[in-house]
Nanobody
Framework: VQLQASGGGLVQAGESLRLACTAS????????????MAWYRQVPGHEREFVAV???????NYAQAVRGRFIISKDTAKKSTALQMNQLKSEDTGTYYC????????WGQGTLVTVSS
């Protein structure tokens, strides 16, 4: 399975942005519905931190810093995991990575989100 993240960009504080992570590869269709899909983010000089996770199609969990503002969802037909980010703050700035675990950890290439205040 390979992961391709997209949707990053530059926005003003208070605005919204939607990230997408699309899975591809020979096993992506067979297992995608049940895969644990997660989003992490990283700022230069800091460790990568957990943002949100979805298991199956409706079991979700969020980091405290984004709970109530971000929504993670999965489109099994498109093999895509979305992260809807609302009420963005400057501290949400970072490179966002999607992640799963299928016979080992798999990371997407990252997409940069910049929130200006």
């Amino acid at each position: 399975v390979q992961l391709q993240a997209s949707g990053g960009g530059l926005v003003q504080a208070g605005e919204s942005l939607r990230l997408a992570c699309t899975a591809s590869g020979s096993d992506s269709g067979r297992y995608f519905r049940d895969l644990r899909m997660a989003w992490y983010r990283q700022v230069p000089g800091h460790e990568r931190e957990f943002v949100a996770v979805i298991v199956g199609t409706d079991t979700t969990n969020y980091a405290q810093a984004v709970r109530g503002r971000f929504i993670i969802s999965k489109d099994t037909a498109k093999k895509s995991t979305a992260l809807q980010m609302n009420q963005l703050k400057s501290e949400d700035t970072g490179t966002y990575y999607c992640n799963t675990n299928l016979n080992g950890e798999i990371w997407g290439q990252g997409t940069l989100v910049t929130v200006s205040s």
